[in-house]
């Protein structure tokens, strides 16, 4: 864990000191019941990429607060599309964040939970091949599994002509993956509002203008009422970043 991007309290309880890892542990934190937190990085104008990548848009405090998030889950949700296309590979913590899971009786690694309907998964990625805990893969009843793929992935099937996530979340919950920190893409974050499983929004705003072009952080099916997310904390980092958390209670 590191201290060594400057993070400051901006509300509530506005403090221009540094905090340290424990104090963001403490504002983000995890909770006694089932929780789903979705993280996203984004540009002052709303664009979720920067010349197609979220990690032009991501700089050092982003990044501690990115890594302080994987260590407090039990799963990290992904679609598949994300997946391949940001280049995913292992989830692996460090050894203080791993020592951090062991004391609060957490196993040391996070599960990677892909969401992907069709199954179009390369089992030799490294988030599969080289995975310290077995993947699991929220698919479709009918998707055909690439070869090789179940060798390294646990397949949950659920649904019918789409990925029920309803179902999905439900089986994770049963394995003990309560605490589940979704990283995108925007097309599964539309899907997860729409059915109504979002409990949690972190997301941190670059001072950046990105212009016409990149899409936003969610997409897909327009849900079918707006629904209040209150504003728990923002953060200020010393590039500029803004990182507000919105979550239920």
Same mark, same amino acid.
């Given at each position: 864990m590191s201290d060594r991007a400057p993070i400051s309290v901006l509300w509530p309880d506005p403090s221009a000191d540094p905090v340290d890892d424990d104090t963001l542990i403490a504002r983000y934190g995890r909770t006694d019941r089932p929780h789903l937190r979705m993280n996203f990085v984004t540009s002052v104008d709303g664009a979720v990429s920067l010349d197609g990548y979220s990690a032009g848009l991501s700089g050092a405090p982003d990044k501690r607060v990115f890594g302080l998030l994987r260590m407090l889950c039990d799963a990290l949700l992904v679609a598949a599309g994300t997946l391949r296309h940001e280049g995913y590979r292992a989830i692996r913590l460090d050894e203080r964040r791993r020592a951090w899971r062991r004391t609060h009786g957490l196993t040391e690694y996070p599960t990677l939970v892909v969401v992907s309907g069709s199954l179009d998964l390369d089992p030799a990625q490294a988030a599969f091949a080289d995975a310290?805990?077995?993947?699991?893969?929220?698919?479709?009843?009918?998707?055909?599994a690439p070869p090789g793929l179940s060798a390294v992935a646990d397949l949950v099937r659920c649904g019918d002509d789409r990925v029920d996530l309803v179902a999905g979340l439900?089986? &994770?919950?049963?394995? $003990?993956?309560? /605490? &589940?920190?979704?990283? $995108?893409?925007? /097309? &599964?974050f539309g899907a997860l509002t729409a059915a109504d499983l979002v409990d949690e929004v972190c997301l941190s705003v670059a001072p950046l203008l990105a212009g016409a072009g990149p899409g936003r952080i969610t997409a897909g099916v327009p849900s079918l009422a707006a629904r209040s997310l209150p504003l728990r904390h923002v953060l200020l980092a010393d590039d500029g970043t803004l990182l507000l958390r919105h979550a239920r209670n």
């Open positions: 310290p805990v077995r993947p699991v893969v929220l698919t479709r009843p009918d998707a055909a439900a089986e &994770l919950r049963r394995r $003990g993956l309560g /605490q &589940l920190l979704c990283e $995108g893409g925007p /097309q &599964l």
